[in-house]
């Protein structure tokens, strides 16, 4: 097949500079494997800007970086500039036109997918290219950008579902919110509340527009195929999401050192690992600093453990005093982010304790890396592989956490067993050649479909 992948991100092959994210790689883990399996493939990127910068400008910075991808194509990017509702407006009847088209919940399509304008330049890319059938990657532009494009069949490949984060924020306000804002009058609250409820329900409804379009939805996390089939998109697939692990048997998996949980060698939990601000990180490290933290002191009583907290950025105002208690180890942004995973006991994944409900590149991480994984119950959900005392250990409180985290710490076996079985999951279902395949599977029906 002649495959066309739609993306905001550029293909890294790995974390080169400030603002390469998890995407970015696995972009460039899926397509160099699809190219590798025979296929002929190109990435278009489309480039936002704010309009306070040059379409030229944008250009110019991305030059270098195009230079450098081998093994597939990418092409000259397509840029749109965002003009999306929450960004800010000049002058005061924009801004007022706005707020006034989100109480009436009016706000268009375009302002949440200013992308969709360029459909007719992404077929002619696509008429070019010769390509068989789009696929856009974890990318909300890029879906907006070839939903028009009707002439090919179209594959969404979607992560967290676009509109949900702002949803979870504006319910739960008390945590993310600034104590400065606390000075608006109640009023001046009430009217920002529905404003932003006006906004939330206009993206969700331009959301749904632009995958209805397409014909599969793939799903990197299993908990959302439900949203979808709900609302009656009739080919949604749970797929999963990669990494670039070691080679199996190249020795470099996890081996958590050697602590024994003595003052000189205290037992290293990674406790997060990832930017402090983002909205699942919000959520996870709630639950790691108000319920997991006193009920580990309590659990290790007796032996000496650090819980580090690794990644760039603030935690919301809420939560900073909650950093400065016993045993956190507040690390920021660290270079070598392997090396401290590799050394830890216990990778202890959080983030889905709370309200959003992800894979998470990191779970898949820890298994390509094998760690040691314990996480909440809440991950059960996204992610169907998990396999309680095979691959990973299974909390529903942070009492019980707390007490499988000890367990992992002191039984080497089981510790080791974990790692093993990890590794292995992912050597199953989560390698680039596994994820790409079936993305391919669904892809090849499709155009099956659309031939006949």
Not at 178 to 201: D, H, N
Not at 227 to 241: L, M, S
């Amino acid at each position: 097949m002649n495959i066309l992948i739609v993306s905001e991100n550029l293909p890294f092959d790995s974390v080169k500079s400030k603002g390469v994210t998890a995407v970015h790689i696995q972009l460039a883990l899926v397509a160099r494997e699809m190219s590798a399996l025979g296929h002929k493939v190109a990435v278009l990127p489309i480039q936002m800007y704010d309009g306070h910068s040059s379409e030229q400008d944008a250009n110019a910075s991305l030059s270098a970086e195009l230079d450098e991808w081998r093994g597939y194509t990418v092409l000259p990017p397509l840029f749109i500039r965002d003009t999306a509702t929450g960004k800010r407006g000049s002058g005061v009847f924009r801004r007022l036109t706005r707020v006034a088209r989100s109480l009436l919940k009016i706000i268009p399509m375009r302002e949440f997918y200013p992308s969709i304008v360029l459909g007719p330049e992404v077929t002619k890319c696509a008429d070019r290219f010769g390509a068989d059938i789009l696929l856009s990657f974890i990318s909300p532009h890029a879906s907006g950008a070839m939903m028009t494009a009707t002439e090919y069949p179209r594959v969404v490949f979607q992560g967290n579902i676009d509109f949900v984060t702002d949803e979870l924020r504006l319910e739960f306000d008390s945590l993310f919110r600034e104590s400065a804002t606390l000075s608006r009058s109640p009023i001046a609250r009430l009217i920002k509340r529905k404003v932003r409820e006006g906004y939330i329900r206009c993206y969700e409804m331009s959301h749904r527009h632009v995958v209805l379009r397409s014909q599969a939805i793939l799903n990197t996390s299993a908990g959302n195929n439900q949203y979808y089939e709900d609302i009656g998109h009739p080919k949604v697939v749970y797929v999963g999401t990669t990494w670039s692990g070691p080679p199996a048997n190249a020795g470099q998996q996890g081996s958590g050192g050697v602590s024994d949980g003595s003052a000189s060698k205290p037992f290293k939990i990674i406790g997060h690992a990832g930017f402090l601000g983002m909205t699942a990180s919000t959520f996870g490290l709630e639950y790691l600093l108000k319920y997991t933290m006193p009920a580990l002191r309590q659990e290790m009583n007796g032996y000496a453990f650090e819980v580090h907290i690794i990644g760039g950025g603030k935690a919301t105002e809420v939560l900073r005093p909650y950093l400065k208690q016993e045993n956190i180890v507040l690390r920021g942004y660290v270079k070598d982010l392997d090396s401290e995973l590799l050394d830890s006991d216990v990778f202890l994944f959080l983030n889905n304790a709370g309200p959003l409900k992800s894979i998470f590149s990191r779970q898949i991480i820890a298994w390509a890396m094998g760690l040691c994984l314990v996480v909440h119950k809440g991950s059960l959900e996204t992610l169907p592989e998990l396999d309680h005392g095979n691959n990973v250990l299974v909390g529903a409180s942070a009492p019980e956490l707390a007490s499988l985290v000890k367990r992992a710490c002191l039984d080497r076996d089981l510790n080791r067993k974990l790692r093993l079985g990890g590794r292995y999951t992912y050597d199953e279902h989560f390698t680039p050649a596994a994820i790409s395949g079936k993305i391919l599977s669904v892809m090849e029906e499709m155009v099956s479909t659309n031939s006949s």
